[in-house]
């Protein structure tokens, strides 16, 4: 049951290998080149060498905590922990010992973060400033100082103005942003029915997007242009490795505690670029030799847009007013701050980053994508079937809204937003992989995990299809114990 290949709405095709126990042991993009993978004895990836034979290796303590990472150009990076399993230390170096970037963290008896000695190649304070914001009843922002804003009927930010200029936006039915204007930078972006990004256009010049779906966090393999010819390829192993441009040129980045980008390497360890945010990812200073988009929290896929936007996967984030364009579409209901539709992180971004657009999590190197390339991952995009009555490909939920403007073929395929009945069950799967009572206290007969699987897949209802969802019946009291129980699990594992 494990995917082996997968096609895109271009026709792009991935492929995948597997061991025995269902460790993904190769990527193989569209053009044929490989991305191969290693693995220890307790399924913890040692090694990626991409198709160039550049190698990259992983290391691990006695408790599974990535400390160490070689790069095939020699640099390094180095991680500390203290006896709670928190990050205290992390350090990128070139292969003589020469700092790229060093941080070292001092935290309370809870975890917080509370000082850090940093070290380096771009940093520069923001500038001091006091702005007042305001809102609306539904928490959406209506003004940023001098600056106004306005949203439609669904939460989805439809204009910015100040003394400046002004810049609009469009959504499409799923509430995708379609288009960005200012008068200046014209971006229209394209998804699939299930969010994949497949393409961008920015003042009328294309870039098309090949993504793996298979990783929880999706990843951005190949930038094409118009015609399908590559301009720019990405490595990946725990996190981002490395690009490598149409040329062949490759550089590496490096990442402080947080996953963002702080500079790049050639392979002769020289530094190209470098880069230096704010704590909501604003850049204040950057010196950019090599164009490339993965800046704050570059290492887990978030992607700098021209218009100063990031994009999340599942939502678009202005850092210049630390929020999302739109409503969170599943929200968690774990703590008052998730009342807040629009709030990046719950407003804590030293300790959490957010790179999926949907939830919080840990800002420590190795937390996030610890098993990205397993077999037992999140699927996102579309699936590719076989017609009975054509016998060829049909591909399922690929493009809405804009898509004509990108040239995507038109063959006869199957195209179509998913049904509300498919959004449910994605959503439902995507419960079940996080809920604590499900994953780690009972077994599939369980009479308890049976009521619990009831509940979340009517959450998964509610959360799809909102106001359109009927009413649950009353719970009885054994399904309020369960989620209580649920909801102590998770307050457990936090």
């Not at 204040?284 to 704050?296: D, G, R, V």
């Not at 700098?304 to 850092?319: I, K, S, V």
């Not at 739109?326 to 300790?351: K, M």
């Amino acid at each position: 049951g494990r995917l082996t290949r997968y096609v895109d709405a271009f026709g792009q095709a991935i492929a995948y290998e597997y061991d025995a126990v269902g460790n993904r042991t190769a990527l193989v993009y569209p053009d044929g080149k490989r991305v191969t993978y290693g693995f220890d004895g307790a399924q913890r990836l040692t090694r990626v060498t991409d198709w160039g034979g550049r190698v990259t290796q992983y290391a691990y303590d006695a408790a599974g905590q990535l400390t160490g990472t070689v790069n095939s150009n020699g640099t390094t990076v180095a991680s500390a922990y203290d006896a709670a399993g928190r990050l205290t230390d992390l350090a990128n170096r070139r292969a003589d010992g020469s700092v790229l970037a060093t941080y070292s963290y001092a935290l309370d008896a809870v975890g917080n973060r509370t000082a850090v000695v940093q070290e380096q190649p771009l940093s520069k304070a923001p500038a001091a400033a006091v702005t007042p914001y305001t809102y609306d009843a539904a928490n959406q922002i209506q003004a940023a100082g001098a600056v106004s804003f306005a949203s439609d009927p669904n939460g989805n930010l439809t204009s910015r103005v100040s003394t400046t200029g002004s810049t609009a936006y469009s959504w499409d039915f799923l509430d995708w942003l379609t288009q960005v204007s200012d008068g200046v930078t014209a971006a229209q972006y394209v998804h699939n029915g299930v969010g994949t990004r497949l393409a961008r256009r920015i003042n009328g010049v294309t870039t098309r997007f090949v993504v793996d779906p298979q990783p929880t966090l999706s990843q951005l393999l190949v930038e094409t242009d118009e015609t399908g010819t590559a301009t720019g390829r990405y490595v990946y192993g725990l996190g981002l490795i490395s690009r490598v441009d149409a040329s062949g040129q490759v550089a590496f980045y490096h990442f402080d505690p947080r996953g963002s980008t702080v500079a790049m390497t050639d392979p002769s360890q020289a530094v190209v670029n470098t880069y230096a945010y704010d704590e909501f990812g604003a850049v204040l200073s950057k010196q950019q030799t090599l164009a490339q988009s993965f800046n704050y929290v570059g290492q887990f896929g978030v992607m700098q847009e021209p218009n100063g936007l990031l994009f999340m996967r599942a939502r678009y984030y202005d850092t210049a007013i630390g929020r999302f364009l739109s409503r969170d579409p599943a929200p968690a209901f774990n703590s008052l701050q998730d009342l807040n539709f629009f709030s990046y992180v719950n407003n804590s971004p030293i300790a959490l980053i957010d790179a999926r657009g949907l939830s919080p999590h840990r800002s420590e190197r190795g937390q996030i994508a610890g098993s990205r390339v397993n077999g037992a991952t999140t699927f996102w995009g579309p699936s590719v079937l076989v017609s009975p009555a054509v016998g060829q490909p049909q591909r399922v939920g690929n493009v809405l809204g804009t898509a004509i403007i990108f040239g995507l073929p038109d063959k006869g395929e199957v195209i179509r937003a998913p049904t509300d009945d498919e959004r449910i069950q994605w959503r439902y799967q995507e419960l079940q992989k996080t809920d604590p009572l499900l994953r780690d206290a009972c077994g599939s007969s369980d009479s308890l995990c049976l009521v619990r699987g009831d509940q979340l897949l009517e959450q998964a209802r509610r959360d799809v299809l909102g106001p359109r969802s009927q009413a649950p019946e009353a719970s009885s009291f054994w399904a309020q114990f369960i989620v209580i129980l649920s909801e102590l699990l998770n307050s457990f594992y936090k």
